[in-house]
C-alpha cells in the first residue's frame, strides 16, 4: 500500500490520548451506605465485568476512529498491476476527433459533445501542474505546444467540426513524437474517437514503449447515407461550342435499397441537367448528366442529391475555364500535308496554321505536327524539349527519304528513334481501343474493322525509349506510338501520311486518331480539389498578392510558390469549407473528402481486439460512464480514503451506540 501524503502518519500518536482517557478515568464516585451489602456485591461484581468490556471496546472504536481518519488524510492507495508512475514530470495528450461523423447523436447531445466531456474528465484525472496537449484532426501548428490545465479546458470548449480526416495512426504518430520532445519519463496519451473503420487502422498503429496510449471508443451510431463519391469530366477539351459529360458515382451506403434518387446539375446557379439512380444496399452506381459550352469563361459547378441526416456529401463542386480554340502549327520539310489541310483547316475548334521553319515563339501553340522535316538545330531542338515538358503535343511523321536526322530530338524526348527504312507492305495488325485517343469513339471492339496498311515504314531502336503501342504492325513493328514527356506528349508515325505510303489517310480511323491528338493536345487541370490535402495546386494565372475569396466573407492571401513558368498555391488548412473560391478570376473548386461518409464504426470489443498483445496501447472497458475513476484506479491504484472516512464515522457511531446503553441502564 503506498500513501499519497505519508507526512500525516504522524497523526497516529493521536492514538496516544484515547487511551490516556481509558487508563485515567477522572470521573468522582460518591460513598452510599447500605446496611446490607452482601446481595449489592454480587450484583456489583456482574456489572463490574460488562462495564470493563463495554470499556475496552468504547476504548477500541476511538482508536479505530483515529486511525482511519488519518489514514483518510494519508490517502492510501492499492497500486494497480498496470504501468507504474515514476518520479519526474507527467505531460498528457489528448485527441478530440472533430471529423463530420462525430456530429451524429448521442445520449449527451452529439458525439463531440461527449467527446468534450470525456476530454474535461481526462484532465481532471491529473494534477493542475502538469502539461497538457490537445490534438484534433486538423493537426494545426498552434496545436503543437503544451498548455496548462486552464488552457486545456479553454481549448476543449473551441473544439468545432472539420472537414480533415486523417488515419489514426498518424495522430497517434504526432502524439508520439510530440510528447517524445517534452523529455518527461511519464507520458499518457489519449484517443477519443468514435473509430470510423475507414479511419481507425488498428494494425497501422505506431510503437512508442516509453508512453501508454488510451483508446476511449464512443458508441456510434450507424445511420443510412446516400452519398456523391467521385465526380469526372469527360471531355478532349473546354471551347465554346463543345459539350461535356458529367460523370457522378453515388454510393448507397445504408442498409436499405433507394429508388429515384434525384442527381441535379447547376452551371452559375442555374439547374441545367437532371437524372435518377436506384442503388441497392450497399452498391454504387453512376449517372451521367451532359452539358454544352455557350461561352468562353469560367464555369461553375455544383451537382447535388437530397440525403438525411448526414448532408456534407450530397454537393460536389467543380469549376472548368472554356477557352479559345486549339491551336495548331504545322511545320513542313516538303510541303505541306493535304490529309491533315482537309482535316482541321474548316474545324471550328481548332486554328490550323503552316510554317516552313519552327516558329521563335510557341506559348499559343498546344499540338505541333513535323511533317517530312529531315533535320533540326540543337537549339530548335532544345525548344522543342522545353515546349513539350511544359505540356504542348508534338506529332513527328518522318520523310521517306531520311529521318534520322531527327533521333537527336527523338532521344532527348526519350522516345523510339528511326533506325531503317523497309519498303515493303504491311498491315497493322493492333488498335489500342483503350488509348485516350480513341475514347468515346469505338462502343466496343470490332474484330472486322479493316486495318491500314503501309507500303514501306521505319524500324524503331532504343532500348531506353519509353513508348506506348498505338498502332501495331503484323511484322512486329510500329505504325504509330505515344511517349510521355515532362507535361506533354509526344506522337510518332514511322511512315509519311500520304496515299504513296499508307492507305491510314483514306480511313475512317485516320479522324479520329488525328482529331484527338489536336483535342487532348491541352492539359486540362482538375475540376476541383479535396480539402486537407497538402498538395500545391498549379495556378493558370500568375498573381501579385491575390486575395482568395469565396466571393463574400472568406477572404485571405494565400501561400503562393515559383514552379517554373507557373505558380502554385499552397493551402494551410486556411479552407474549411467546401465550394468554389475565386484567386482574381481563376476559380478553385473545394469538396470534403468522402472518407467520412462510409458511416461504418468498430464496435468496443473490437477496438479491443485491434491492440490485443501491445503493452504500450489499453482501451476503457465502457466509455459511457465516468472515466475518472477507472482511469485513476488504473494510472495510480485504487485510491482508499473515501472508505476510510466511512469507517471512521462507523467507529464513532459505535461508540455513541455503547455509550447510550450504558446510560440508559
Excluded at 328 to 339: F, H, L, Q, R
Aim: aromatic share 8%.
Amino acid at each position: 500500500m503506498l500513501f499519497s501524503y505519508p507526512a500525516f502518519l504522524w497523526g497516529l500518536l493521536a492514538v496516544l490520548i484515547p487511551i490516556a482517557v481509558h487508563l485515567f478515568n477522572f470521573r468522582r464516585y460518591r460513598k452510599v451506605y447500605f446496611s446490607n451489602v452482601e446481595r449489592l456485591s454480587e450484583l456489583h461484581s456482574e456489572s463490574r465485568r460488562r462495564s470493563t468490556v463495554r470499556q475496552w471496546l468504547v476504548l477500541l472504536l476511538r482508536i479505530l476512529a483515529v486511525v482511519f481518519l488519518v489514514l483518510a488524510f494519508a490517502q492510501p492507495v492499492l497500486p494497480s498491476s498496470g504501468r507504474k508512475t515514476v518520479a519526474g514530470s507527467t505531460v498528457v495528450s489528448i485527441y478530440i476527433d472533430n471529423s463530420f461523423s462525430m456530429e451524429s447523436a448521442s445520449s449527451d447531445g452529439s458525439q463531440l459533445d461527449a467527446a468534450r466531456q470525456k476530454a474535461r474528465e481526462v484532465a481532471a484525472t491529473y494534477g493542475v501542474g502538469d502539461r497538457y496537449q490537445l490534438l484534433t484532426n486538423d493537426m494545426t501548428g498552434s496545436q503543437m505546444r503544451w498548455l496548462n490545465r486552464d488552457e486545456l479546458l479553454t481549448a476543449i470548449d473551441e473544439v468545432a467540426l472539420s472537414p480533415a480526416s486523417p488515419m489514426l495512426s498518424e495522430v497517434v504518430a504526432r502524439q508520439s513524437a510530440f510528447m517524445r520532445q517534452s523529455g518527461a519519463p511519464n507520458r499518457h496519451a489519449y484517443l477519443i474517437s468514435d473509430f470510423q473503420r475507414s479511419t481507425a487502422d488498428l494494425d497501422a498503429l505506431p510503437a512508442d514503449s516509453n508512453a501508454l496510449f488510451t483508446l476511449v471508443p464512443l458508441t456510434a451510431m450507424e445511420a443510412d447515407n446516400v452519398y456523391i463519391d467521385t465526380l469526372s469530366l469527360d471531355a478532349p477539351a473546354y471551347f465554346a461550342g463543345g459539350s461535356v459529360n458529367v460523370d457522378v458515382t453515388l454510393r448507397n451506403g445504408g442498409s436499405c435499397a433507394v429508388e429515384k434518387v434525384p442527381v441535379k446539375l447547376y452551371l452559375d446557379g442555374k439547374e441545367r441537367a437532371l437524372a435518377t439512380l436506384d442503388l441497392a444496399p450497399g452498391a454504387s452506381g453512376t449517372a451521367t448528366l451532359r452539358f454544352s459550352l455557350d461561352r468562353a469563361g469560367w464555369v461553375e459547378g455544383r451537382v447535388e442529391i437530397d440525403d438525411y441526416p448526414v448532408t456534407f456529401d450530397d454537393h460536389y463542386y467543380f469549376a472548368l475555364h472554356v477557352g479559345e480554340r486549339i491551336h495548331m502549327i504545322e511545320v513542313d520539310g516538303k510541303a505541306p500535308n493535304e490529309s491533315l489541310k482537309r482535316l482541321f483547316a474548316a474545324d471550328s475548334a481548332v486554328v490550323y496554321s503552316t510554317e516552313r521553319h519552327l516558329p521563335p515563339a510557341l506559348d499559343d501553340c498546344s499540338f505541333m505536327v513535323l511533317n517530312e522535316v529531315e533535320r533540326l538545330t540543337s537549339g530548335e531542338e532544345r525548344q522543342l524539349a522545353e515546349w513539350v515538358a511544359e505540356g504542348g503535343s508534338l506529332l513527328l511523321v518522318p520523310s521517306a527519304d531520311n529521318a534520322t536526322g531527327l533521333n537527336t530530338l527523338l532521344a532527348t524526348l526519350q522516345a523510339p528513334q528511326l533506325e531503317r527504312w523497309v519498303k515493303r507492305e504491311v498491315r497493322a495488325s493492333a488498335v489500342d481501343y483503350g488509348s485516350s485517343l480513341y475514347r468515346g469513339v469505338f462502343s466496343g471492339r470490332n474484330d472486322e474493322m479493316e486495318m491500314p496498311a503501309v507500303h514501306g515504314h521505319y524500324t524503331h531502336s532504343g532500348a531506353q525509349a519509353v513508348k506506348q503501342s498505338v498502332i501495331a504492325l503484323a511484322d512486329g513493328g510500329e505504325l504509330l506510338t505515344l511517349t510521355p514527356f515532362g507535361n506533354g506528349k509526344v506522337y510518332l508515325f514511322t511512315t509519311p501520311l500520304t496515299a504513296e505510303w499508307t492507305d491510314l489517310v483514306q480511313q475512317a480511323l485516320f479522324v479520329p486518331t488525328l482529331y484527338n491528338m489536336a483535342l487532348y493536345s491541352r492539359p486540362l487541370p482538375p475540376a476541383s480539389y479535396t480539402l486537407g490535402s497538402d498538395e500545391p495546386i498549379v495556378l493558370e494565372g500568375t498573381y501579385d498578392l491575390p486575395e482568395l475569396t469565396d466571393g463574400q466573407e472568406v477572404r485571405f492571401i494565400p501561400d503562393l510558390r515559383k514552379a517554373g513558368n507557373r505558380q502554385q498555391l499552397v493551402l494551410h488548412g486556411e479552407l474549411t469549407t467546401a465550394g468554389i473560391y475565386r484567386i482574381d478570376d481563376e476559380r478553385l473548386a473545394f469538396n470534403y473528402p468522402r472518407r467520412e461518409s462510409d458511416l461504418a464504426f468498430l464496435s468496443r470489443d473490437e477496438v479491443a481486439r485491434g491492440i490485443a498483445g501491445r503493452a504500450e496501447y489499453t482501451t476503457v472497458r465502457n466509455s459511457d460512464k465516468p472515466l475518472g475513476d477507472e482511469l485513476r484506479a488504473r494510472d495510480g491504484g485504487r485510491r482508499l480514503w473515501r472508505l476510510c472516512v466511512l469507517l471512521a464515522l462507523l467507529a464513532l457511531a459505535g461508540e455513541v451506540a455503547l455509550l447510550k446503553v450504558k446510560t440508559r441502564k
